[in-house]
């Protein structure tokens, strides 16, 4: 089954312990995205990768770092969380060739507390 | 980044039409019209997308108008499991997806 998957799907950290959510697809797409949820904010996007080794800053990138070693990964890593980080997250990915014809296919998500 | 303007909220009645409007006046000609469905809970979901012709698939129509300033996501019969939060979006080249803060539908029994 075609999908993008995350993990971990909840997560409670204490301010300033690195961690990493991951983020897989099984597509073959080039083009992965991170979003951050919240109410009243919507979708705010990240960071975002157009392929491997090649990664850009997207609307709210603050706190936030990606790498993309490999084309089906795209970590998300928080060097130190701090409570303003605490948001639900979404990762997705689509394909860069033909991109009009074809939308994103999102995570499940990954709902983030910081104490 | 073009803006899409959409209700913040409707309702519609189980196995009756829906039709969601979005205006988008500003779009350019390079502009694609995504729709996109968040269902509580989960990760938004792509639903259908076009650029001048109408378009129909499995989930949706989607009727552009002939300007392209405006354009409707149609739900031929809402069931229940339609219950979401709606996002139209408009897509082009180099451009990242910016999602609004779309139409939530309720659909009663």
């Known amino acids: 089954e075609a999908q993008v998957t995350q993990n971990p799907r909840y997560l409670i950290t204490v301010t300033g312990k690195k961690l990493t959510v991951t983020c897989s697809q099984n597509?073959?797409?080039?083009?992965m995205s991170w979003y951050r949820q919240d109410p009243g904010l919507g979708l705010r996007q990240i960071y975002y990768?157009?392929?491997?080794?090649?990664?850009d800053k997207g609307d709210v990138p603050e706190g936030y770092k990606v790498s993309r070693k490999e084309k089906r990964n795209f970590p998300l890593i928080l060097e130190s969380p701090s409570p303003n980080q605490t948001s639900l997250y979404f990762c997705?990915?689509?394909?860069?060739?033909?991109?009009?014809?074809?939308?994103?296919?999102f995570g499940s998500g990954t709902r983030l507390t910081v104490v | 980044d073009a803006k899409t303007t959409q209700p913040n909220s409707m309702e519609s009645n189980e196995e009756e039409p829906v039709h969601l409007p979005c205006n988008h006046s500003?779009?350019?000609?390079?502009?694609?019209i995504h729709w996109y469905r968040q269902l509580p809970s989960q990760g938004p979901e792509y639903v259908i997308h076009?650029?001048?012709s109408n378009v129909n698939n499995r989930m949706a129509s989607l009727a552009i108008a002939e300007d392209r300033k405006s354009s409707t996501l149609i739900l031929h019969r809402a069931t229940l499991r339609d219950a979401a939060v709606y996002y139209c979006?408009?897509?082009?080249?180099?451009?990242?997806?910016?999602f609004g803060p779309g139409t939530r539908l309720s659909v009663l029994p």
């Open positions: 597509m073959n797409h080039e083009y």
């Open positions: 500003t779009i350019s000609g390079t502009d694609y």
């Open positions: 997705a990915s689509r394909p860069l060739q033909g991109q009009f014809n074809y939308g994103y296919t």
């Open positions: 990768s157009m392929n491997v080794e090649v990664t």
């Open positions: 979006i408009l897509v082009s080249l180099g451009q990242n997806f910016v």
């Open positions: 076009g650029l001048t």
